[in-house]
């Protein structure tokens, strides 16, 4: 069974950093592109970042370009989200998904919140 789980959210105050994951069962990352999303109360979900598979070059959203990273680690058949300067209109729920465009994904996580609060 093909299968994303995100991991790594939580409650963080402005400023501050996480680190998300996104795991992989049933097939390999390596293989897709995989892509960020997220969706804030009242917001529709919007794509934040993606990675490719083959030179794995990244696209950001441009409110996260330069706070954000994407990376893979293909050993571990995980991508990860790297948060830093988080500020509150970055709290949402966090999903990855196999691909970089909304309607191209056929498997999404389950989701992950990030709660950026004082």
């Known amino acids: 069974q093909l299968q994303l789980v995100e991991s790594g959210g939580g409650l963080v105050q402005p400023g501050g950093s996480l680190r998300l994951s996104c795991a992989a069962s049933g097939f390999t990352l390596d293989y897709y592109a995989i892509g960020w999303f997220r969706q804030a109360p009242g917001k529709e979900r919007e794509g934040v970042s993606c990675i490719s598979t083959s030179d794995s070059s990244t696209y950001y959203a441009d409110s996260v370009k330069g706070r954000f990273t994407i990376s893979r680690d293909n050993a571990k058949n995980t991508v990860y989200l790297q948060m830093d300067s988080l500020k509150p209109e970055d709290a949402a729920i966090y999903y990855c998904?196999?691909?970089?465009?909304?309607?191209?994904?056929?498997?999404w996580g389950q989701g992950t919140r990030v709660t950026v609060s004082s």
């Open positions: 998904a196999d691909a970089c465009q909304e309607v191209a994904a056929d498997y």
